[in-house]
């Protein structure tokens, strides 16, 4: 693991199908701390051991499933949060402990943002950070492309008018910094705090394209 910044650090790179490539991330939190996406690398543990553990984890959507989630549980003891439209999924590996339904606020400041499209279930988290910055995990409902711009997650099977409304509703944010779960290129991460709108709009127009 690497830190990237003050309270948030990146899993090594895993490309878990042809094509795909991911990271996980761990935010350090005095209440507990909260992973977002998932990683198969076990041999992670240690070191989130050795930065305080996994309170909590919280998968956007069904595609991050993975028996990894068992040895995460079974460590530490984690909560892990889904949707309800993906629970069947989830019990299959790992029940959740933490349904999502609806826009809200949980563990004080990470706001639940349901938006689907890509799948049934696909959920964004938009966290307040202690150090003053808002980080926004957007799964897989947006994804950071290669070229540096962020573009839907539309493949066969994803609701394009459902996916495009949760993308207007993303436009509305105003994060500081994007985690994308799948990407291409070098980084699955980028700041956007000066253009944000400008960047979501580029992408609602190559959904309409």
Same mark, same amino acid.
């Given at each position: 693991?690497?830190?990237?910044?003050?309270?948030?650090?990146?899993?090594?790179?895993? *490309? %878990?199908?042809?094509?795909?490539?991911? !990271?996980?991330?761990?935010?350090?939190?005095?209440?507990?701390?909260? @992973?977002?996406?998932?990683?198969?690398?076990?041999?992670?543990?240690?070191?989130?051991?050795?930065?305080?553990?996994?309170?909590?984890?919280?998968?956007? !959507?069904?595609?991050?499933? +993975?028996?990894?989630? #068992? &040895?995460? =549980?079974?460590?530490?003891?984690?909560?892990?949060? +889904?949707?309800?439209?993906?629970?069947?999924?989830?019990?299959?590996? =790992? &029940? %959740?402990?933490?349904?999502?339904?609806?826009?809200?606020?949980?563990?004080?400041?990470?706001?639940?943002? %349901?938006?689907?499209? !890509?799948? %049934?279930? *696909?959920? =964004?988290?938009?966290?307040?950070? &202690?150090?003053?910055?808002?980080? @926004?995990?957007? +799964?897989?409902?947006?994804? @950071?492309?290669?070229?540096?711009?962020? #573009?839907?997650?539309?493949?066969? +099977?994803?609701? #394009?008018? &459902?996916?495009?409304? *949760?993308?207007? @509703?993303?436009?509305?944010? #105003?994060?500081?910094?994007?985690?994308?779960?799948?990407?291409?290129?070098?980084?699955?991460?980028?700041?956007?705090?000066?253009?944000?709108?400008?960047?979501?709009?580029?992408?609602?127009?190559?959904?309409?394209?």
């Amino acid at each position: 693991m690497i830190q990237i910044l003050p309270d948030v650090w990146e899993t090594e790179v895993e *490309s %878990p199908f042809p094509g795909l490539t991911t !990271h996980a991330y761990l935010v350090i939190r005095r209440s507990g701390n909260v @992973l977002f996406y998932n990683t198969g690398h076990t041999r992670e543990l240690d070191r989130m051991e050795a930065l305080g553990g996994v309170t909590y984890q919280f998968l956007s !959507h069904r595609d991050e499933l +993975g028996e990894s989630l #068992k &040895a995460i =549980c079974q460590r530490f003891g984690t909560k892990l949060g +889904g949707h309800v439209r993906e629970q069947g999924e989830f019990a299959r590996i =790992c &029940a %959740p402990d933490i349904l999502f339904d609806q826009r809200e606020v949980l563990l004080g400041n990470i706001e639940v943002i %349901p938006t689907p499209g !890509h799948t %049934p279930g *696909s959920t =964004c988290f938009l966290v307040h950070s &202690a150090h003053g910055q808002r980080y @926004l995990f957007t +799964g897989d409902t947006l994804y @950071l492309g290669d070229d540096g711009t962020w #573009k839907p997650g539309l493949l066969a +099977g994803s609701d #394009k008018d &459902a996916l495009s409304e *949760s993308l207007r @509703l993303l436009r509305e944010l #105003k994060p500081d910094v994007a985690f994308s779960s799948a990407f291409g290129g070098e980084y699955g991460y980028q700041d956007v705090s000066a253009d944000w709108l400008e960047r979501v709009q580029q992408a609602l127009d190559q959904l309409r394209g």
